[in-house]
């Protein structure tokens, strides 16, 4: 063997040995679920999917969140696509990536009798799906501990989400003693989720730490949002604590109000001496695809926000903020958003500090609109406020809620209206008996339980889903052409260059 033959082996040797000693830092994918809700309102079609499934079952992710029953009434109602078909399209194309559903006790704005989660986790399961993350807006393990046992019995693997917020209440102590309680459960992994994108890399630097501890040895990821700008700079922290699974999406459905780009935080643990479990090549392939849906269809693409401090003080989803200022709006006072962000946070103080996550930022939110309206602090009440001090969307938040201001709510007819209320509480077989019949699949029924039967009839009456070619120009121009019926003339222009053909008749 030659010196330089010698030289070259020994070198590509060491760093053989370097590189197997460096950490891994593993990846889930979020952009088909947490990505597409946070910047395109659930509106991604199963068309704009299927021609990069296979590509990102290529890129080496340790799961990829698929499915949320949101999802179910989204495609129905709007995009008139059957959300069963969409996943039965999509699961063979993806053979190698577990696929991950998320849905929660009190993540919407009803509270659904278990059977409807029983049979969802069931029917998601039969599709193929193998993992369920799970989430609570109080981080309440009762609840969580149903879920689980209810999870498990569908043959999914069960993730416990631990919300994260800000408050005096809510230490590190507070998110290692909800670990603890969830890791009890016997739970596949947990997961420090922050919806509202308020953690910062100094919060990181010691909470990711004690979520670890807490852990002991069970796999915990991060899933954090970029609202303030600092998505990519709290994962790093994480993973210099040692969270080596975070959870990132693919532009352009990364950045803003959604996950951090897999790609800059790639970038950056590489740089930082650890090795990325990913490959980029096919990852690419994805966003260059979404990138040209994108620009075809005019749907919005994730930039990273400028750093706004307020986003840490009323805690308001970003979304949010625009449904707020409409309510203002509508009533002449759009002038007066900071005033109700401001309000916003003296409500959420007054109903005990509550995470800032679906439904309860919404109730906080709408609450403090009315305040800033009427002139005057719980003067009038949404009926969810109502709910909320009674106790019916978790019992901790009517603990803890301000007993003045409880008592101010709850002095009112309307509130004993209310308390009378029965929670709904249907079996499986009253759900069957109500939105079923002779040869209607379990499927439908849930289908027929979150819009109706009408609606379900339209959908089915709308045909197959679209398949998309935006990453072609080409094949999208002949299929935009296929539509057209006798057509006389075509004329294409871009820039300098044009070009027209007309149909004319031969000469005989």
């Known amino acids: 063997m030659s010196s330089l033959r010698r030289a070259y082996v020994e070198r590509s040797a060491r760093l053989a040995i370097v590189e197997s000693d460096m950490k891994e830092v593993r990846f889930v994918d979020t952009t088909l679920r947490d990505g597409q809700q946070s910047l395109w309102a659930y509106g991604m079609r199963t068309g704009m999917m299927l021609p990069i499934a296979a590509q990102m079952d290529e890129a080496g992710f340790e799961a990829i969140e698929f499915g949320a029953p949101i999802e179910l009434a989204k495609c129905v109602r709007e995009l008139r696509e059957n959300p069963w078909d969409r996943y039965r399209l999509l699961v063979p194309q993806i053979k190698k990536t577990p696929l991950r559903l998320i849905h929660g006790t009190r993540s919407g704005f009803a509270i659904y009798p278990r059977a409807v989660h029983e049979l969802y986790d069931r029917c998601m399961a039969a599709v193929g799906i193998s993992q369920a993350r799970i989430s609570d807006s109080w981080n309440d393990a009762a609840d969580w501990a149903w879920r689980v046992k209810q999870a498990r019995k569908a043959g999914l693997k069960p993730i416990i989400n631990i919300i994260y917020t800000l408050s005096p209440r809510h230490t590190d102590e507070y998110y290692a003693q909800r670990t603890r309680e969830a890791l009890r459960l016997n739970v596949y992994r947990v997961c420090l989720k922050d919806p509202g994108g308020i953690l910062t890399p100094e919060r990181a630097k010691t909470l990711a730490p004690a979520v670890l501890a807490a852990a002991n040895g069970t796999t915990a990821e991060l899933h954090t949002h970029c609202t303030t700008g600092l998505g990519t700079l709290c994962c790093l922290e994480a993973v210099q604590a040692g969270m080596m699974s975070i959870n990132t999406a693919i532009p352009p459905l990364a950045d803003a109000s959604s996950n951090p780009s897999v790609f800059n935080v790639a970038m950056n643990a590489r740089a930082m001496g650890y090795r990325p479990l990913l490959h980029e090549e096919p ?34 989803p970003g979304g949010m903020i625009s449904n707020l200022r409409h309510q203002l709006r509508r009533v002449g006072m759009e002038n007066k958003i900071d005033q109700t962000l401001e309000e916003a946070a003296q409500v959420r103080a007054d109903f005990g500090y509550p995470i800032m996550v679906t439904p309860l930022s919404q ?5 403090a609109a009315i305040n800033v309206i009427v ?5 009038q009440v949404t009926d969810q406020t109502i ?10 938040g009517a603990d803890l809620m301000d007993s003045n201001v409880k008592d101010k709510i709850l002095g009112r007819p ?40 009408d609606d379900v009839e339209q959908m089915h009456s709308a045909g197959p889903a679209r398949i998309y070619t935006a990453h072609n120009p080409l094949l999208t121009l002949i299929e935009e052409l296929t539509k057209q019926t006798h057509p006389h003339a075509v004329y294409i222009q871009k820039g300098a260059f044009s070009l ?3 149909k004319r008749r031969m000469p005989t």
């Open 414 to 453: 309307r509130a004993r209206e209310i308390a009378d209320r029965k929670l709904p509480q249907q079996t499986l077989r009253e759900l069957r008996r109500k939105h079923g019949g002779q040869g209607v699949s379990d499927e439908e029924i849930l289908l027929r339980f979150f819009t109706s039967k």
């Open 363 to 367: 109730f906080v939110g709408s609450q």
């Open 387 to 396: 709910e909320y001090a009674i106790g019916v969307w978790g019992k901790e």
């Open 375 to 379: 002139g005057e602090r719980y003067k």
């Open 283 to 316: 990852i690419r392939i994805v966003a260059k695809h979404f990138t040209a849906v994108a620009k075809q269809e005019r749907l919005p693409i994730g930039k990273t926000p400028e750093y706004d401090y307020a986003q840490y003080v009323h805690q308001i």
């Open 500 to 502: 027209r053909l007309e």
